[in-house]
Each structure stands twice: as structure tokens, then as C-alpha cells.
């Protein structure tokens, strides 16, 4: 058969979207995989629902996956899927809104049954009355054709060979937008090799879809996007929670600290546990407490001991953990405290991104206890934003906090792989014996940071614990006078970080009078923002925020510098309020707060209003 036409195409979205056990997930990444190997740039975002099964064919049980990928450099998973591949009518009806006039749809019609079409809410069978009409629509019995492409394999069940759908739906769109097969045969094997049938079956599913998409006249053209322009190196594709494992067994090794992680499960924070459970080469230590404030205990106990101490969570495991971090900060030792955010309060949304507990990690403790708090801007900055806290943990002997989210925890984009010579040691500068009277609250002049002594070092005894301590001998201390000097030397410490991180730079390549100031993971939505504004011949400048206390020490001058300034985020104008107290600033807040992550063209259109207003 003469081979189809191929039509080249910049960029394209894809939403593979079913039930939570269709295998979205797993379709998706199989997908992203391949596309990295092929050098596009990418990025994902994976969205599931909470419930551990929510009941099949229901709408709160949709899981999608989308993933952006394209021949130059992108910032977001996309706004819109070109392509929505939707497995039941409930996949449909929760997404359909999202699908541009024109954009392919490809569905299962075995799924459009009487009974999944009432479940998703649905009058009649939008297939067969005229809804649909302004889409390309391929209705494809995935699952009829699925079963009878396997009903040769011997051991396969029917409900084995139905499950092997979404492996012909990826196969469909791997011919389509021409993505190479041998990686996912490759891993349907490995994946599969305790059931060898069971591989055989998908692998089977998978080569049927693809044969699908050559031999069928539904699709006249199969599509190709060319690989990216990017940085020589070796590339690997990464999430954020992946990323900031890493970044932390790195802080590990630079430092010569073992890594000693306190965590008790919590979506989304849970796989960064998990991940550093696979690592024990690197002497990291994983503690799956019976609670939050077990594990954060252990983790500060870990510290104490001469460890890097660090304890993961989301928004309602941090609240728990508040007490023993205002501990931390009392005693003056190293802990790194991970806050993967999620919708809220109490359970929320726990599958959502959200970016809403930033005034809780800066004053969410009893009395005067300031903390660092830095935030990451993209999965793979997971990893540098992580090294980050934990330098600055250890050099100031201070608690810190590190900000991520739901949405760069599960996304995913291509990560360069660094240098690992050329990343700078952590020096832990343990104290050591003098002979002389060990003084525990002693401070380096310059970074205010007291000694760090590992207990039973003979001469290095002193007194420990959550009691105010006496400046330099530390001992307990009730005199109203050492209180006050201990709350401002703890204070000073932390303000004194901003002299150690670089300032805050700005994108403003054309004189701008209107300032887009973002943090944490609104980084990709806001700079895709500001690239469509340009291109409109407007002009507007960027500032992206990593440090949130203390502020890089430029920030108030360039916030002072523009006429306007807007602030982005997904909570109420948490940013928003501490720039305007900070800096008298009369900074102007964009917030949604859906438990999805901006759109690029909603943050646009918010800025072209303040740039004409």
C-alpha cells in the first residue's frame, strides 16, 4: 500500500483521557517516552482523579494525561489538545469544552453504550445527534477490535484483551504522529515479563493500532513534528518530584551528609519517598512514619545527629509539622521541609495543583520564626531548587522551606543533565573541640549561623531543646532582654540570606511600563503569556520569583521601577499582599484558584487589559 502523506506540523497537544483504570497514565508516559526520544521538547500534565477507584464510567473517575510537544522551545503542556482521545462518553463530557472547532476526536464507540451514556449524564448518544459536527471525529470500536485482534493468544481472558485497548489507542497515535514502536514493545515486554501473555497481548494491541492507522482511509495524512533545537548534552525526560530527589541525594554527596528523609505518605508528595527509597547506594535514609509530626520529628532528630534532615508533605501534613519546625528554628539546626501543594483546605482536592500555601510556610508558626522559602519554577528546577535549600540549611543552620506543586511533582518536561564536578561542595563545618568551654550559640559573624556539634563529641556537650536559650552559652534563658536579642539575631539571619542569592532578574528586552511578577510553578503559563503579548507588538516585562523570604535584595527596585505591576497566581494574592506590605508596591493580582494551572491565554488576555488599562 503507497504510503500516506506527511504533513509537518510545529507543535501539537494530545489528551488521552478514560477511566482511572483505562491506563492514561500509563498511555501518556509511554507516549511522552517516545517523543523525548525523538528530541521534541516537551511537556506533560498529568491529571487523575483522588478516589483510589471511582466508580467506571462515572465523571469524578476521568484521568487524563496531555502532552505538548513540538519542534522548538515550549514553556506549558498547552491550553487546548489538538487531539482528545476519550475512552467513554465520561472522558468525552469532562473535556469535549477544552477541544477547539476543527480538533481531532477520536473515541471508543464500544464504550458509547446505554448505560456508560447515563452515567456520564448524557440524553442521547452524542455519536449519532449532530453535537459533534464541528470536530473531525473518528468513532473506532477500540474495544471489539482490540478483543478480536488478541483472541488468538492463548491464557488471555476477555477482560484481559478489553484491558489492552489503551495500547491500541497508542499505537493509533504513533503512527499518526510517526513516534517510533521498538522503545514501548521493549518496555511492554520488561513490564510484562512475569506474564508473558499478558506482554504479548499488548504488545499485540499496540501493533494493531499502529497497523490501524496505515491501512484505515479514516486518516488521510499522518503528521510530523521535527526534532527540536537544543542545548548539546545528554537529555532525559524527568518529573519534578523525580527532580527533586535527586536534587537532594545531590546535596547529599556535595555535602558528605547522609540523607535521611521523614515522610508520611501524602499525595502528591508521596513519590518523592518513594524514589528515595530506590537509592540506598547513596546511603539515603527513608522513615515512613505513623504521622506527620512523627516523621518531621525524625527528620529534625536526624539533623541533630549530624544527617541532612529533610521531611516531605502537602498542605495539611506541613500544618501538622509547623510545631516541630518552630523547634527547628529554636535549636538552630539544618531541615529541609518539602511543601507539594495541592487544592485545599483540609483534603481539598488532593490530585490538584494549587500554589495557596505560601503565607502559611512564612507565619504559619507560633511567635517570631522566620524560615527561608524558595519555590521551584519547573519539574526539572526541582533538582536546583532542592541543592538550593539544602545549602542554605546547612550554611545558615536554619530550617527551610522549599515550595513545589501537584502540577511540577506529576509533569514532566526534557532535563539536561548537569555537570555533576562542576556543582559547588556543601561545606557542613561541623564544630570541633577547641579545649576551651564549648559555646553552642557562638555566631559566625557573617552568616550569624551557630555552631553545629554532633553529640557525644567529647568537649562539644551542651544543652538542647525547645527553651529560650541565652545568647552564645546557651543556656536556658527566662531575662526579657536575651528574648528580644534572640528573636532579632534569628530574624537578622535569615534577612542576611538575601546578600547570598542573586537578584532578581528581569525580562524586559523593549523598556516596558507594565511588570509580570510570578513564582513557583505559573513560570511556563506566565512566560508563554508574556511571549503571545509581545507578539502582539506590545510590550511587558517578566520577573520570575525563587526566593520568597527574603527577597533577592533588588526586588523592591525593580518593583518600584514599573508603572503597573501584576501578579499571577493560583491562590487569592498571597504574593500579591506581601509585595504591596513589603514594598509599598500597588501590585495588581490575577487569581484563579480551579485546582488546574493557568492557561497561557487566560494570563494573555489578563495582561493585555493592564498593559491598555
Known sequence: MASKPVEQLDSVVIRFAGDSGDGMQLTGGRFTSETALIGNDLATYPDFPAEIRAPAGSLPGVSGFQLHFADHDILTPGDQPNVLVAMNPAALKTNLNDLPPSGILVVDKDAFTDRNLTKAGYAGNPLEDGSLESFEVHAIPLTSMTIEALKEIEGITKREAERAKNMFALGLMSWLYGRPTEGTIAFLESKFATRPEIAAANVKAFQTGYAFGETTEAFAVQYEVKPATMKPGLYRNITGNQALAYGLIAASVKSGLPLFLGAYPITPASSVLEELARHKNFGVRTFQAEDEIAAVGAALGASFGGSLGVSTSSGPGIVLKQETIGLGIT???????VDVQ?????????????????????????????????????????FDAALEAARIAVKYRTPVFLLSDAYLANGSEPWLLPDVDAIPPIDPNFAEATGEEFQPYRRDEQTLARPWAIPGTAGLEHRIGGLEKQDVTGNVSYDPDNHDLMVRLRAQKVAGIAQDIPELEVDDPDGAKTLVLSWGGTYGSVAAAVRRVRGAGKTVAHAHLRYLNPFPRNTGEILRAYDKVLVPEINLGQLQKLVRAEFLVDATGFNLVRGIPFRAGEVAAAIDAMVDA
Request: with cysteine; hydrophobic share 40%; charged share 15%.
Open 342 to 382: 495541592r487544592a485545599g483546605p483540609s483534603t481539598g482536592m488532593p490530585t490538584k495543583p494549587e500554589q495557596a500555601d505560601l503565607l502559611g510556610v512564612m507565619f504559619g508558626r507560633n511567635s517570631e520564626s522566620p524560615v527561608p522559602v524558595i519555590a521551584a519554577a519547573t519539574p526539572s528546577d526541582c
Open 331 to 337: 535549636l538552630e539546626l539544618p531541615l529541609v521541609i
